[in-house]
């Protein structure tokens, strides 16, 4: 499972906790609130606790509520205690841990920032002894961070994650052009089956099935339903295929003719604003500056994209780095990132295009990982 991995992702975030002045830090992932960076940490799929010092003689401690499913998963640098022990209770967890990890009193603790107020408080009352700490810009953050520049290990499996998504795509196409699919379920349930069939957890996030009634969203409410997909029009595809814990994400949109002039022009835009956006796409280049240059390709045909142009991808579908032009935007693209570029345009009349794919930056420059497309066809 690549154990050198999670020993250096721990050690990176124990070397910025001493920076930080925390002593032990929790992370959750509970129904409720889920946070990937328990499976990023652990390997663990989920629904437990995870207890992180910066003593460097004591090992993470792994609080699964399903401690089988933790044995069969998890890393072996970390030691495992069953939920069950601590009555499945978040406030007895911690007081144990402080105590088997021998925390000095007084010692700051960081709790996950979405902690609500009253939990906040009842880890007060339940070590008085304590500074704990719930902060959005604290060690919770800088994981996210650590997160956008992708290991060896994980670089691995996104090649894996990608292959697999290319061939769902390439099977996707055919059975379109063959008009295989008569409704945006069929679509959907089709990219399901496919992607666990070739060794998936599943989808990395709802998909979304918008046929020409429909595409004029940029996610499509709901998801997909029973009207026609792949009709005469504009209709889009946007779902990422999730392996081994990262998932892709990618948009295809289906242009069945005729289309009218504002269709075509729409399509042309947006292929060019994507082909921009690839061009520009080099280590040591702010991704604002990537953002600003397709939006200002939209302004000049008078069109506004009405979302970012791209964002990083991971264990969650949506990560750091963020690809979009708001002043706050301070990302650098660098070697291990690994991120989506997805120029769209949408029309309440005419329907909607998106062209989306998966990119890496490697030392050898761009990589493209996904072959999402434009497919075209004619009346």
Request: proline fraction near 6%; aromatic fraction near 10%.
């Amino acid at each position: 499972m690549g154990e050198y991995r999670y020993v250096r992702q721990t050690e990176n975030i124990m070397n910025y906790m001493s920076f930080a002045g925390s002593r032990l830090i929790v992370f959750e992932d509970f129904e409720g609130h889920r946070d990937p960076t328990i499976r990023w940490l652990s390997n663990h799929p989920g629904d437990a606790l995870i207890f992180l010092s910066n003593d460097i003689m004591g090992k993470p401690i792994l609080v699964p509520w399903d401690v089988n499913m933790a044995k069969q998963y998890a890393s072996d640098f970390f030691t495992i205690i069953p939920y069950t022990d601590f009555e499945r209770n978040p406030y007895k967890a911690l007081k144990a841990v402080v105590e088997i990890m021998n925390v000095p009193p007084g010692s700051r603790i960081e709790i996950p920032p979405e902690t609500s107020y009253p939990s906040f408080l009842r880890y007060v009352d339940t070590l008085p002894d304590y500074d704990i700490i719930c902060r959005e810009d604290g060690t919770h953050a800088e994981i996210k961070a650590m997160r956008a520049i992708k290991a060896a290990e994980e670089i691995e499996r996104y090649r894996t994650a990608a292959r697999i998504t290319n061939e769902v795509i390439d099977e996707l196409e055919k059975q379109i052009r063959a008009g295989a699919f008569k409704t945006e379920v069929d679509v959907a349930q089709f990219i399901e089956r496919e992607g666990r069939m070739r060794g998936c957890e599943g989808t990395g996030f709802e998909t979304l099935v918008a046929g020409p009634k429909r595409s004029f969203g940029i996610h499509a409410f709901p998801s997909y339903t029973g009207e026609p997909f792949g009709t005469q029009g504009l209709s889009i595809i946007d779902f990422g295929l999730k392996y081994d814990g990262y998932t892709t994400d990618v948009t295809i949109t289906v242009a069945k003719g005729p289309l009218n002039r504002t269709q075509e022009r729409m399509l042309s835009l947006v292929e060019k604003a994507y082909n921009l956006a690839v061009s520009l796409a080099k280590e040591g280049t702010p991704t604002r500056d990537i953002a600003l240059a397709v939006d200002t390709h939209f302004e000049k045909a008078k069109k506004k994209m009405p979302h970012a142009l791209g964002h990083g991808i991971g264990v969650e579908a949506h990560e750091e780095p963020a690809i979009r032009s708001r002043s706050d935007n301070e990302w650098v693209l660098q070697q291990g990132m690994v991120f989506t570029l997805e120029p769209g345009l949408y029309d309440p009349a005419h329907g909607g295009c998106r062209l989306e794919n998966d990119f890496m930056l490697t030392e050898n420059g761009l990589e493209q990982l996904t072959n999402s497309r434009i497919i075209r066809i004619p009346e």
